[in-house]
């Protein structure tokens, strides 16, 4: 999904103070080094979180609970949104928690209607893993939303909320879908369920399937990426993407904005 990875001492998996690779730490390092350290090593967040990422965790929240215990999606959603509703949270120009709410309620309306039926044999919902690579310097961790048949086939499938449709070849080239096969090399396909907050919600599938090719070249990229965050190498990687980057304050030494808009969390 859309929220920060989540890592769990359970079931094999290693705590995030353990020096470990995840495909969001890989991500995070390649997208800018420096966003990686502050978010990290320092762990700085924003005050206020963004609406878009509440409305993915509590959709997330209502998907597992359809699959680990048969709740009525819409019903979890709209408790969960509730909970919510005086909380402080940011929302973008024409979003509101009103908004939201008649948003989740139909896409959880939909994929209950329509979607879920594509899903059989559930093998495990929100599963652990931690990989070890000989050629990787630190352990692969991360949890994996749903296996499962889709269509009839076993599959590692990621959901993800999002604001605008997923172009063809974002399933065929996602790192955090080769993360995943690495994980489940049983599994014959993956794929992306993307549920999209448009003003006529809907709700996307992709597949794509991983050759022995991408995961080597998955491999070797999270390898420079566990030396580079070994040796403690972290610069600003600038670009247009620091306009929307939470921590342009930091960087532009603004530290009366930072303070506003930041805090340093307790590490887990």
């Not at 908004?99 to 994929?111: D, H, P, R, Y």
């Not at 995943?180 to 448009?198: G, N, R, S």
């Not at 599938?205 to 972290?234: C, N």
């Amino acid at each position: 999904m859309d929220a920060p990875e989540q890592e769990r001492t359970q079931n094999g998996g290693v705590s995030k103070q353990a020096p470990h690779l995840s495909h969001s730490r890989v991500s995070r390092y390649l997208h800018c080094p420096e966003q990686y350290r502050l978010y990290y090593h320092e762990n700085l967040r924003r005050r206020v979180p963004d609406a878009s990422l509440v409305f993915g965790k509590i959709v997330h929240a209502a998907l597992e609970a359809l699959f680990r215990g048969g709740e009525d999606p819409v019903v979890t959603f709209r408790t969960q949104w509730n909970a919510i509703r005086q909380a402080p949270v940011r929302y973008k120009d024409r979003e509101s928690w009103d908004k939201l709410l008649a948003i989740g309620v139909t896409l959880m309306e939909q994929f209950a209607r329509t979607d879920v039926g594509r899903i059989t044999t559930v093998r495990a919902v929100e599963r652990p893993f931690t990989v070890t690579v000989t050629s990787l310097s630190l352990k692969l961790v991360g949890i994996i939303d749903l296996v499962a048949d889709v269509d009839g086939q076993r599959t590692v499938l990621d959901f993800k909320t999002s604001a605008t449709t997923y172009p063809p070849f974002e399933a065929a080239l996602s790192d955090q879908l080769t993360a995943y096969q690495l994980a489940e090399p049983d599994a014959t396909q993956t794929a992306l369920c993307v549920l999209v907050k448009t003003t006529q919600p809907k709700i996307e599938w992709h597949l794509s399937r991983r050759e022995p090719a991408d995961l080597t070249r998955y491999i070797a990229k999270a390898g420079y990426v566990a030396q580079e965050i070994t040796a403690e190498r972290f610069y600003r990687r600038p670009g247009r993407w620091c306009s929307y980057c939470d921590y342009l304050p930091v960087c532009l030494g603004d530290e009366a904005l930072a303070e506003r808009t930041l805090v340093k969390v307790l590490a887990p």
